[in-house]
T-cell receptor, first 108, second 112 residues
Framework: RKEVEQDPGPFNVPEGATVAFNCTYS??????FFWYRQDCRKEPKLLMS???SGNEDGRFTAQLNRASQYISLLIRDSKLSDSATYLC?????????FGKGTRLHILP | EADIYQTPRYLVIGTGKKITLECSQT?????MYWYQQDPGMELHLIHY???????EKGDLSSESTVSRIRTEHFPLTLESARPSHTSQYLC???????????FGPGTRLTVT
């Protein structure tokens, strides 16, 4: 079993819709959690850290559930420019482990 | 915006050549990482370092080697390049104040 698992998608979503991704992690010793966005043939860019209390940045909301060992990302009012691959990552003793990523296509 | 740099950005080289991919960061981060990623595929951690003179192998076996003589510099070397080494190599660093990991722009390597 992979340490970080994500549904690879693709998610094909009409513009303006709300889309949610989940990610599960297997090691309960994981200390911090992140969502990254990666565009085709580019480096991953940090989207947001994920805190137990949940955090929001504009149209993006991230949640952490330590008991069930999953993190989530919600994108509201999706834009064409949100089309990308979204990577979940966990920090275990400063070793950052990534999921395979979930591909999102926003349809006009 | 992260201050982490990689050179070259693109490299096409023949089989058997020795190559060094450069990575440097100006944030004073102790922790640095190398990932390998094929197009459309997942990121694989191949090397990491927690500080000067510290290097560890990652989860994916790699024929490359790394060194960490200075905090800001974490070069990756392939002694004899092969076509199977064709990939994108991404460097990253992590440290205070926010302990978030930032990536360089990557080196796209093609071995012919």
């Amino acid at each position: 079993r992979k340490e970080v698992e994500q549904d690879p998608g693709p998610f094909n979503v009409p513009e303006g819709a709300t889309v949610a991704f989940n990610c599960t992690y297997s090691n309960s010793a994981s200390q911090s959690f992140f969502w990254y966005r990666q565009d085709c043939r580019k480096e991953p860019k940090l989207l947001m850290s994920v805190y137990s209390s949940g955090n929001e940045d504009g149209r993006f909301t991230a949640q952490l559930n330590r008991a069930s060992q999953y993190i989530s990302l919600l994108i509201r009012d999706s834009k064409l420019s949100d089309s990308a691959t979204y990577l979940c990552a966990v920090n275990r003793d400063d070793k950052i482990i990534f999921g395979k990523g979930t591909r999102l296509h926003i349809l006009p | 915006e992260a201050d982490i740099y990689q050179t070259p950005r693109y490299l096409v080289i023949g089989t058997g050549k020795k190559i060094t991919l450069e990575c440097s960061q100006t944030m004073g981060h102790d922790k640095m990482y190398w990932y390998q990623q094929d197009p459309g595929m997942e990121l694989h951690l191949i090397h990491y370092s927690y500080g000067v003179n510290s290097t560890e192998k990652g989860d994916l076996s790699s024929e490359s080697t790394v060194s960490r003589i200075r905090t800001e510099h974490f070069p990756l070397t392939l002694e004899s390049a092969r076509p199977s080494h064709t990939s994108q190599y991404l460097c990253a660093s992590l440290g205070p104040p926010d302990y978030e990991q930032y990536f360089g722009p990557g080196t796209r390597l093609t071995v012919t």
